[in-house]
């Protein structure tokens, strides 16, 4: 009787576990879906970049040399100052080199009276060979001593212009007008003779700059078709391309966007057998002087424009093992899981080459919360880049 008893009273406790088993699976059935944010996929044209690293140079880097050996006199600028063309940065002790242009000069003076008496000494024998006073051999010898004297002349005034050349070498002038760096030298140190220093300082022109950076052979190509198709102006044999001109975008080390945009200035002769690269000049106008030489910065190249271009925001896309896809949902609100074909960054959106169309609803938010097949409450929202040049 006892057992009996029991008996019923667990069958009852399961039945009313599956009661409430059933009744909580249908309240889950028909309860509220779940909301997702999602956007339209966007069609527009766009232009295809691509950032290189380069490194900037003066326009021009004018290296400073101590072209004489000798003790540094002077430093005449102040360091990290402009400084103009032809003034005078550093003096070294002229003393030896002015000894030798009076040296020089000395040599010189005798070469000049050697060569009066030579000719002096011809001028009396011609009249004297001509009545056969004299011998011809007299007369070619004095002929022989006067050119010998005049080569003497030129060789000694030569000398005298190679000693005055040095001795202006002791007076180092700046190139151009510039920025001149910090000196490599002291007053009083020995310059001019490694391992002494004879690359002194730099003087560089920053009024421009010039940004070097490689592309790929492939990239190269691209670029080459598109900007490398000059046109010659009428009536002169200069070849322009309009392309060319202010396409560049310098993006600098702290992320922010250089205000002026640049054009290249050359490619290099030939594509690097060892790096598969090809050097890229571009220049850059620095009149505010922000641009220093050394630094590094992005170059951003627009390549062409992608006409009707599907576009959705990189936080869409989900990638395993090299293969790309999103999540698209469906009329019926139902999501399901699309491959798609990518076709590189722009910004912080990826460009879809295949698989999908213009204004496909696309999840954007809680990726991790939808699967294939699960149906959801869309939210439309509207995509907003962080991108510094939108």
Known sequence: MKINYFFKISIIFMGG???FTSCKEKASETGPLQEIQVIKAIKKDVPLKKDFVGLVYGFQDIPIRARVEGFLEGVHFDEGYPVKKGQLLYTIDSQPFAAAVASMESTVAEAQTYLVNAENELARYKPLAEINAVSKSDL???QASRDAAISS??????NLRMTQINLSYTRILSPINGLIGKTEARTGEFVGREPNPVILNVVSDISKMRVEFFLTEAEYLILAREFNQPVADEGTKDHKNPKNENNLTLIL?????????GSVEFLGRAIDVNTGSILVQATFDNQK???RPGMYAKVR????VAKGAILVPQKCVTELQGQYSVYVVGEDNIVKSRPVQTGGRIDDLWLITEGLKENEQVVIDGLQKVSTGMEIKPILTEFKSQSTEN
Do not use: I, N
């Not at 002349?153 to 030569?158: D, F, I, L, N, R």
């Not at 080390?253 to 945009?261: L, N, P, S």
């Not at 190249?301 to 062409?304: A, D, L, M, N, T």
């Open 253 to 261: 080390g702290d992320g922010t966007v250089y205000e002026e945009k």
């Open 140 to 142: 070619d010898a004095a």
């Open 153 to 158: 002349v030129e060789a000694a005034k030569a």
């Open 301 to 304: 190249v627009e390549f062409e």
């Open 289 to 291: 002087g922000l641009l």
């Open 17 to 19: 576990l599956l009661f």
